[in-house]
Each structure stands twice: as C-alpha cells, then as structure tokens.
C-alpha cells in the first residue's frame, strides 16, 4: 500500500483538519463526533439539509457543504456509515427553525443510522424529512443495500435541493423535489481496478489487467458482470443503455449528463466518455441541457467511471444554474 497518509486510523481526523484549514470561509468542522458544517450555520429562516456516509468519496459529502447546497455532512469512517449521534449532532448544528432534510443513500447502515437520528431529533422539537436516493440501475440488491443503490444522483440532488432551500422553500417542498431527482435519475458505474482501505492495506477486489467490472459500487461491490476490457466507447455504450432503457429516457427528453472519475481515472479519459455519451443521447433524440463531468463521487483511488443521467425540467434546471460555493462545486459567485 502507498498512500499519502500517517497512522491508517487517522486518515479521517487529518482530512477533516485540512479541510477545515483550506476552507475557513465555508465550512467548520466539529471533531467530537465528526460533522463538517456551513460556515454561517444555522441559517435561520432556511431548510437546512444534511447528508453523509462513510468517507472515501470525497468530495462527497463534506466537499458540498456550504451555501446552495448542503448545510452539514456526517463522514464515517472510511466506507463506513457515520453513527446515529454524528447525524443527530449535525441536525441539531444546521437546525435554522425550518426544519432538516435528510440525503440518505441507500446503503444499509446509512439509512438505519439516520432513521435513528431523524426520532432522536424529532423527540428534541426538530422537525425533519429523509429521502433515501436508489439510482443505481446495476443491481437490485448488493452486499450493503436492500433494493438499489444510492450513487450520483445523491450529487445532483444535493445541488438542486440546496438551491431550492436556499430560495426559501419550505420543507415539504424541498423534499418532495427531492423525491422527484431521484426518480428522474439513473446512474451506472464501471471499474478497472480495485481501491485500497487504508485501515485494510489491499486491495478490495481482485481483478486482471484484462479485466473490467461492469456495474461496480462505490465500496468496490460486484455489478453486473465481469468482463474483458473494452475500448471506451464500447464501455459507453455498456453503461448507457441499461440506464436509457430503465426510466425509461425517451425522445424529446433534455437531461443533465454527469460523467464521474471513481477517483483514479483522469479528466482526459472522462471526456472521452462524455463524447461518446453525447453522441448515443443524440441519437436517441435527447437533448443535453446540462453537464458535470469530474470527480465528484468517488472511490479513493479506483479506476473507472460512472455515468449518471438525471431527465430535467425548467424547475429543476433553473436549480441547477443557481449560484453555489462549496469546496467541491462552486459557480454564480
């Protein structure tokens, strides 16, 4: 294992450190229990919106924290759900007297913990919402979920609920939009190696140099199949179809197309993946309104891609332009 890292047990604190130092204008971060939150938080009058999971993502969760778009984020440890108490913590930090909203993935402990978090919140006066995001059109049941995967339309929705709170929304508003991205959106991911845990010290999966994952999830769990390696518009088109056949995305449709590094995979083979993409939506009558390609949802150092696909609508676009000023997503500011 080489890593850019001290003690394996850690990592997490010393991360939380840095970005607590390289974004003082943005973001505090709390260190018992870890929660990265708002700068200028609790915004009164404002929906607060909180969101997390195991670290190892970056720059989800605790990268989107700030104005238009999450409010706190809970990290775990690294592919690890974070506990009841951070998420409780958080809620608490972010409440402005509107209410919270809850971004779960769905990803078991995930979805537990902040159920368990929602009541103790609740019992405390604080009213708050979950939605649970299940995009990935890979697999209907894994290792760590019941049902679908939640992978990048967390990302979008964050983004496009951050703003509608920002507006001023209230919170039954923001999460019945929330609701809706994630029904509009499919998600699929791929990989050509494996990550390493630093706690583990090896490689979570192994896979030939020939070899490629079809339909990975963000903690290295199987997809749909393994297969030989492909060139990359062969691996497109792999990833595109089952997520076009699935909402289903149909002519006439204007979507945002998200292409994701799962971390190891430079910007220059993302937009290889993205020319690919726009061309098979063009064929299929769909026009690409808006588009993220970059590193936004990742699986520390693993190579592949994800490819995400969210049908828009002039509501949801108008959310999307809103300004935002995160460590990891920032534009209109």
Known sequence: MKKLINDPENVVREALEGIALAHVDQVKVALEPFVIYRADAPVQGKV???SGGGSGHEPMHGGFVGYGMLDAACPGAVFTSPTPDQMLEATKLVNGGQGVLHIVKNYTGDVLNFEMAADLA?????EVEAVVTNDDVAVQDSLWTAGRRGVGVTVLAEKICGAAAQEGRSLKEVADLCRKVNDKGRSMGMALTSCVVPHVGKPTFDIGDDEMEIGIGIHGEPGRRRVKLAPADEIVEMLAEPILSDLPFKQ?????????SMGGTPLIELYIVYRKLHEILTKHGITVARNLVGPYITSLEMA????????LDDDMTKLWDAPVKTPGLRWGM
Not at 122 to 126: D, F, L, S
């Open 48 to 50: 607060a919106l909180v």
């Open 122 to 126: 609740r019992a405390e006066g604080i």
């Open 252 to 260: 006439g449709d204007s979507v945002l197309a998200f292409v994701n």
């Open 304 to 311: 592949g891609t994800s490819i995400t696909l969210l049908k």
